[in-house]
């Protein structure tokens, strides 16, 4: 089910009207009794640790509003390159840890043929022609063109410069705005394991993090410049969440060379990437957080739920193989073998099976019996 990419969001705002101090604050936090007498709850695991990552971090003194957001790609072993995903023995999704014995990374992006389909998909299924019944209701999609420039500093952090590349002077946003993200905690999953005849498989990485706006004055000659990403953003907006898909270019400053030395010998290529992401509106889940915190009704399970499905339902639509085209309309059949062939095969070949396919070796047969033929000849003719 697609639900949850239209969804209306049932935990996006608190129950102001259910009792305090009465029961759980969340129906979701007793389930029924069990044969055992005791009554578990129905969170889903991996919601159930999203809201203690929030929490914990929420818990942190003098700390901003919290994002939570969830994007697209591939996990791969350490020894893995390119585009491959690993193939682990998981036959549904599974949270993985790095261990030891076990290390991995996740690669964000989509296969460029992979992100256009589905680009050009959500336009359909938005678009106005989609019964109302069946349309996700996201209004119209919205553009940006911007370019981040990242700058690290001094004590490791990175600050994030984002130019305006439209210029609009009725929305405020031309002026360079500087700001500093912190990531604190993510959940890696796999999706399980897959096929190559069943379409791509793509996996998830949902991520708590803080970002806050900063002076630009911030900026000094002592941090240093890591990159730019020119971003070509389309934003779907749904009612606690947005999509987000977005062709990235991202460049590198020159390197450090020495004099008379060809600095493009150690220059970092232009790298592009296609992203798809996930992000929920701070406002419902600083609201629902907020009021578990202090012990009240809360709907933040039913939020991070429908939120965390909406994203499981993007990349099982993502990985979907689109029917296949139609075939290419064939030429004229060979020709059935002659007689002549047929019975050249089986004077050569009389202990051979007659062939199902492969007209050529009919062809060869013939050719081979006209050479034994002229080989019985030409010692009589000798004679003669």
């Known amino acids: 089910s697609r639900k949850g990419l239209g969804s209306e969001a049932r935990g ?9 101090g009465r029961g759980p604050n969340s129906i979701l936090d007793e389930g029924p009794t ?12 991996i919601v159930q640790e999203l809201a203690t990552l929030l929490e914990k ?15 697209l790609g591939v996990l791969q ?32 992006g989509l296969p460029t043929e992979v992100f256009i389909a589905l680009s050009q998909r959500l336009d359909a299924m938005s678009g106005d022609s989609v019964p109302s019944g069946r349309r996700l209701d996201c209004g119209m999609p919205r553009y940006e063109h911007t370019k981040d420039v990242y700058f690290r500093t001094p004590d490791k952090n990175r600050i994030r410069v984002t130019h305006n590349l439209v210029k609009n002077s009725s929305d405020g946003k031309d002026q360079p705005q500087a700001w500093m993200k912190r990531n604190l905690n993510s959940i890696d999953l796999y999706s399980g394991h897959r096929t190559p005849y069943s379409g791509p498989a793509f996996d998830l990485r949902a991520a708590v993090s803080t970002e806050e706006m900063v002076d630009n004055s911030f900026l000094g000659p002592e941090n240093t410049l890591e990159m730019m990403r020119e971003k070509r953003r389309k934003s779907y907006f749904f009612r606690a969440w947005r999509i987000d898909v977005t062709s990235v270019t991202t460049t590198f400053p020159e390197p450090e060379h020495d004099e008379g030395e060809d600095p493009s010998r150690h220059a970092q290529p232009p790298q592009h990437s296609c992203e798809v992401e996930v992000e929920l509106d701070s406002y419902p889940l600083q609201l ?25 339902d993007l990349a099982a639509m993502t990985g979907e193989v689109e029917p296949l085209m139609k075939p290419i309309p064939l030429e004229a059949s ?17 202990d051979i099976t007659e062939p199902v396919i492969g007209h050529y070796l009919y062809r060869l047969a013939e050719e081979r019996q006209s050479a034994k033929r002229l080989r019985t000849e030409e010692p009589s003719a000798n004679a003669e």
């Open 77 to 108: 072993l350490r020894s893995q390159r390119g585009c491959e995903r690993a193939q682990l023995p998981f036959a549904s999704e599974a949270a993985l840890k790095r261990t030891p014995g076990f290390a991995y990374r996740f690669v964000p």
């Open 57 to 71: 971090a929420a818990a942190e003194a003098a700390i901003p509003a919290l994002e939570v957001e969830v994007r």
């Open 334 to 350: 060979a020709p059935v073998p002659s007689d002549e062939g047929r019975n050249a095969f089986k004077d050569v070949y009389p």
């Open 288 to 312: 629902n957080l907020e009021a578990k915190l202090k012990g009240g009704p809360h709907k933040l399970y039913e939020l991070l739920s429908d939120f965390l499905y909406t994203a499981r």
């Open 12 to 20: 996006a705002m608190p129950d102001a009207q259910a009792p305090h």
């Open 34 to 45: 069990t044969v055992l007498g005791d009554r578990p709850g129905l969170v889903d695991p």
